[in-house]
């Protein structure tokens, strides 16, 4: 049984920086991507950013040149970066893992990220 553990969110000032990571406890397999993304208060969750298992990496526009995500060696631990936060990045985070196929397969709790001042 997969499990998604997500640590990191928090309380930040606009500009500030957070660090969310996830793992993927019990996947054993190749996934076609591991990532974020969030939920803002009353819509629906968007893709933030995602690494494929080859590899590649995608990002929603609005946090392209200041969210990096990464993976540890592992494979089954990313880590999303954020700098430069602003108060429209508040929101729930979420980790998510998508297999081949259609739509995410496995979804973490959630991490809240507060960016305010």
């Known amino acids: 049984q997969v499990q998604l553990v997500e640590s990191g969110g928090g309380l930040v000032q606009p500009g500030g920086s957070l660090r969310l990571s996830c793992t993927a406890s019990?996947?054993?397999?190749?996934?076609?991507?591991l990532g974020w993304y969030r939920q803002f208060p009353g819509d629906q969750r968007e893709l933030a950013a995602v690494?494929?298992?080859?590899?590649?990496?995608l990002y929603e526009d609005s946090v392209k040149g200041r969210f990096t995500i990464s993976r540890d060696n592992d494979m089954n631990t990313v880590f999303l970066q954020m700098n430069s936060l602003k108060p429209e990045d508040t929101g729930i985070y979420l980790c998510?893992?998508?297999?081949?196929?259609?739509?995410?397969?496995?979804w973490g709790n959630g991490t809240l990220v507060t960016v305010s001042s």
């Open positions: 998510a893992l998508r297999y081949a196929g259609y739509g995410v397969d496995y």
């Open positions: 019990g996947n054993n397999a190749k996934y076609y991507y």
């Open positions: 690494i494929t298992f080859d590899g590649n990496t």
